[in-house]
């Protein structure tokens, strides 16, 4: 029996876009690390006040070993305590949305006093909110 090869054909546009796309988990990866990376050093007051949060689990086996440790679905990426204020930062790409659980998530922590953000891949939204919050 020969085996039948498929043969495809890839326009240059096409070509173009698979090089360029990335991954949504990664896009946010990187302009959280950029965020955190200039927060420790232009602002280094922010250094154990700000911390990230890995709640995404890589397959439902480590799902249900993180949900047993504490893991709660929705909770923001970055928190921040400041002044005895609670903060949430939850970073997207520029299309990115809430999803249910973290819109369920938001409206928790605001019924106790803490000040949700959403930043979409906006470096200078995110500097601008460090520096309200250390200047309050």
Same mark, same amino acid.
């Given at each position: 029996?020969?085996?039948?090869?498929?043969?495809?054909?890839?326009?240059?546009?096409?070509?173009?876009?698979?090089?360029?796309?990335?991954?949504?988990?990664?896009?946010?990866?990187?302009?959280?690390?950029?965020?955190?990376?200039?927060?420790?050093?232009?602002?280094?007051?922010?250094?154990?006040?700000?911390?990230?949060?890995?709640?995404?689990? *890589?397959?439902? &086996?480590?799902?249900?070993?993180?949900?047993?440790?504490?893991?709660?679905?929705?909770?923001? +990426?970055?928190? #921040? @305590?400041?002044?005895?204020?609670?903060?949430?930062?939850?970073?997207?790409?520029?299309?990115?949305?809430?999803?249910?659980?973290? *819109?369920?998530? &938001?409206?928790?922590?605001?019924?106790?006093?803490?000040?949700?953000?959403?930043?979409?891949? +906006?470096?200078? #939204? @995110?500097?601008?909110?460090?520096?309200?919050?250390?200047?309050?």
């Amino acid at each position: 029996m020969q085996r039948q090869t498929a043969i495809v054909t890839i326009t240059p546009a096409q070509q173009q876009a698979i090089r360029e796309k990335k991954p949504r988990v990664y896009a946010e990866a990187s302009f959280q690390a950029k965020c955190i990376f200039w927060a420790h050093n232009e602002r280094p007051e922010t250094e154990d006040h700000i911390w990230a949060i890995n709640n995404n689990s *890589k397959n439902k &086996r480590e799902g249900a070993k993180n949900k047993a440790l504490g893991v709660i679905a929705g909770v923001s +990426d970055l928190q #921040m @305590f400041w002044k005895n204020q609670f903060y949430c930062l939850e970073m997207k790409t520029v299309t990115g949305s809430l999803s249910t659980a973290q *819109k369920k998530w &938001r409206l928790k922590m605001e019924a106790h006093g803490a000040i949700y953000y959403k930043i979409n891949e +906006d470096f200078e #939204m @995110f500097k601008s909110i460090i520096d309200k919050i250390l200047e309050s």
